[in-house]
């Protein structure tokens, strides 16, 4: 089955990849469903939503504090590097990543649209005219929490997008236009938060051969064209061996 799909991969092939939490499991970052997931022990509605954010900031800010702290310590995987390989090999490639933890961005991929937004983002939440509408911010940790604007000494919040909002228009569109491709893969992705989800079906709609990769069973998996059963890093690993090297079995 790789041997086919690798052939598909081929140097002018239109390929489109969405990936998910289930891409950085490997680099020891936890995902969010499953027997080990965050929403197991954490309830998304007191920490990943505007309504958290005005309850309480400090409760918010501590939970994506730690989490910056986790993720400071985490190192791409081979999964974030064959992606990142591909996006330097082929002429028309996007990465959709519902993940916020910046480790595509680290192993050098181009090319990326963060759907969900950057945890190493911040914006005001006043929205003051003296802040630009996001910034970098890497401190880890925050001597402060919650963090305040450096502009108007109101607070910060994380660049991510929570429960009940939108997705960022331009981001939408720029995820739209890479829906017509010849091959979308969804990585690692429990496929069940939209509009992330949509996308992989618009893209068959729209004529991609869609492949999943994950290690167990998805909504979608049934629904796509191939269905790939294993961790994204060793499916990844042996694809890119048989699209670079046609001999290896
Ligand atoms: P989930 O935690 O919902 O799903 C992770 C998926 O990865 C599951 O389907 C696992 O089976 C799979 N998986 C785990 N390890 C894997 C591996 N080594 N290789 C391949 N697959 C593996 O994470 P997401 O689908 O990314 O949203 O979650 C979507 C959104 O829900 C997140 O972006 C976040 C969350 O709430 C926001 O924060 C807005």
Redesign the pocket.
């Known amino acids: 089955m790789l041997v086919q799909l690798a052939r598909r991969l081929h140097p002018d092939a239109r390929i489109t990849v969405l990936t ?4 950085s ?2 680099s020891g970052v936890p ?4 027997p080990n ?1 965050l ?1 197991k022990n954490f309830r ?1 509605e007191s920490l ?1 939503t505007p309504e958290a954010f005005h309850r309480d900031p400090k409760l918010v800010w501590e939970w994506y504090d730690w989490r910056r702290q986790i993720l400071s310590t985490k190192k791409p995987n081979r ?1 974030h590097e064959v992606l990142a390989a591909w996006s330097r090999r082929y002429r028309d490639f996007t990465l959709i990543t ?3 933890d910046g480790l595509h961005e680290r192993a050098g991929t181009r090319n990326v649209i963060r759907f ?1 937004g950057s945890i190493w983002e911040v914006l005001c939440s006043n929205n003051c005219s003296g802040s630009p509408a996001r910034w970098l911010d890497e401190t880890v940790p925050f001597p402060e929490i919650p963090p305040k604007c450096p502009h108007c000494g109101g607070l910060i919040r994380p660049g ?4 009940g909002e939108g997705i960022d228009p331009d981001v939408m569109r720029r995820s739209a236009d890479a829906l017509d491709c010849d091959i979308f893969l969804t ?7 939209y509009p ?1 989800a949509s996308l992989v079906h618009e893209a068959k709609a729209r004529g991609a051969y869609t492949v999943e ?4 069973s ?1 909504p979608a998996s049934r629904l796509l064209d191939l269905a790939l059963q294993g ?3 060793e499916i990844l690993h042996g694809l890119e061996c048989r699209i670079t090297r046609p001999s290896y079995t």
């Open positions: 998910g939490a289930g891409v499991a490997a995902t969010f469903r499953g997931g929403w998304p990943a999964a519902q993940n916020v969900h991510v997008v929570w429960f990585v690692g992705t429990s496929a069940v938060v992330a990769v994950n290690v167990e998805t961790p994204a890093e």
